[in-house]
């Protein structure tokens, strides 16, 4: 602190030491400086990925709109589910065996044509409802599932160039800055999916998804040829079979899995968000919109300020410990949702008919739920990257990716189906329970997961 000789009111000074304190907390983006081509596919996902969670809440308001169901809106997941696993497993060892950027460019370019198909599918039932009449269902369930089956070699595959293009001493800061971009991608895309389709229409939705897509395939373009290091091999069963022998002797990793299914499946409310805002909460699509932009608020949040993430070695005692956080907010998520029930609010579209008080608990459950899930994301990628040899990269991102998109659509369906037999407050009350106490189990009986260090990462 300095004062003025003319008596003037003291001035503050910010200490070094204080402004390093604050930077220890936040997101290092290093990985973005020591490497043009990571953030050239950073930024490009980034844009791209923000069309894609448009489209992901457009597909559901779509289905809604046509059925007014939400075990349908809960089907889009679970008829993509079995494609995802089969193009999950293959895509990873296409990955491992082919040039990385020719597998993302070919990927690229078939969801990119889904997602001009959804557009088409969504103005021929804007023309029929002049008429009276919906599209049928099934072709969007056709194009989804396309659309996911290309989506999962693509993810697959960019997750096992990450190794590739930046040293190991990066990988966690990398998979610090990847969160936010999904949180961004999360917070932005949802909340215009909601904006957009209450403004020019769900049509005009999935085609700005299409626009938004040549940002991320031009960043694939950029990338470098990305060949198989060592000795090639011939794409088949074989080396499946060579990956998924790997995962088997692998318990750190498999066990990385299998705490994210039980999370995924039991604590994603997020099919539960189209009935909720037409008849408990209020506002419609704009309700949709917002809990789903919470819930990357929560992402983001933990991304921009995960300096430390770098200081933490017991991986395994993290992410148990993050994805129980996760199961207590999705517990209350449910408790909120069953409180709503009991109020006598009238729902009505726009924001003029929300129940705020509940909008905003539910939101903050979301957020939490997103701040805990990253946690856990974070250090899951961290070990996959780093305990595996290059040569496996791409076949257990493929596992990875089929975790992570196939768990949410089995918890889609799961969560489609109480509901429907229950209530809609059923669900996530029931899972957070379910996973705090298996996740709890688990970690007591697996004594390599509590003592994992990355410091010396083992599989």
């Known amino acids: 602190m300095t004062q003025d000789p003319a008596g003037a009111a003291p001035e503050t ?34 844009i791209s990925g923000i069309g894609a969670f448009m489209t992901q809440v457009a597909v559901g308001l779509q289905i809604y709109e046509i059925t007014e169901s939400t075990f349908m809106v809960g089907l889009v997941g679970g008829i993509a589910l079995l494609p995802m696993i089969v193009a999950g497993l293959w895509g990873g060892m296409i990955a491992d065996v082919f040039d990385r950027r020719k597998v993302l460019i070919a990927s690229s370019l078939v969801a990119w044509s889904s997602t001009i198909a959804l557009a088409v599918l969504s103005f021929w039932d804007q023309h029929l409802q002049a008429d009276g009449t919906h599209a049928a269902v099934w072709p969007f369930f056709v194009v989804t599932t396309l659309s996911a089956v290309a989506s999962t070699i693509s993810n697959a595959t960019r997750g096992s160039v990450v190794g590739r293009i930046l040293p190991p001493e990066m990988i966690s800061r990398a998979t610090a ?23 020019v229409g769900l049509p005009w939705t999935f085609t700005i998804d299409a626009v938004l897509f040549t940002a991320g395939f031009l960043g694939i373009w950029m990338l470098p040829s990305l060949p198989r290091l060592g000795e090639q091999v011939e794409a088949g069963w074989p080396v499946l079979k060579e990956g998924l022998s790997f995962l088997k002797r692998s318990p750190n990793i498999r066990m990385s899995f299998v705490v994210d ?26 309700t949709v919109g917002a809990l789903t932009a919470a819930g990357a608020v929560g992402t983001m949040l933990t991304s921009l300020f995960s300096g430390p993430v770098a200081r933490v070695h017991r991986h395994g005692v993290a992410i148990s410990r993050a994805i129980q956080v996760f199961g207590l907010f999705a517990g209350l998520f449910g408790v909120a949702a069953l409180l709503a029930t009991t109020l006598g609010h009238e729902p009505a579209e726009g924001w003029g008919g929300v129940h705020w008080a509940t909008l905003i608990v539910l939101a903050l459950c979301m957020a939490g739920m997103g ?36 768990g949410p659509r089995i918890g889609d369906l799961y969560a489609g189906i109480l509901a429907t037999a229950v209530a809609l407050w059923f669900p996530p009350l029931l899972g957070g329970v379910v996973i705090i106490a298996l996740i709890a189990i ?18």
Not at 442 to 448: M, P
């Open 371 to 406: 701040a805990s899930d990253e946690v856990s994301a974070i250090f899951r990628q961290t070990m996959i990257i780093q305990a595996a040899p290059d040569e496996m990269r791409g076949r257990l991102q493929g596992v990875f990716i089929v975790v992570v998109t196939g």
């Open 261 to 286: 299914i039980i999370a995924m499946t039991f604590g994603r409310p997020y099919v539960l968000f189209p009935a909720l805002g037409a008849t408990v909460v209020g506002g419609g699509s704009l």
């Open 177 to 199: 800055l990847n969160g936010i971009s999904f949180g961004a991608m999360l917070t932005t895309g949802p909340a215009l999916a909601g904006v957009l389709a209450a403004s």
């Open 442 to 459: 688990l970690t007591r009986a697996q004594r390599a997961w509590r003592e994992y260090d990355a410091q010396a990462p083992t599989p």
């Open 13 to 46: 000074d910010t200490p070094a030491s204080s402004r390093r304190g604050l930077s220890r907390h936040l997101v290092d983006i290093a990985p973005l400086k020591a490497s043009p081509a990571f953030a050239r596919l950073w930024i490009g996902g980034a």
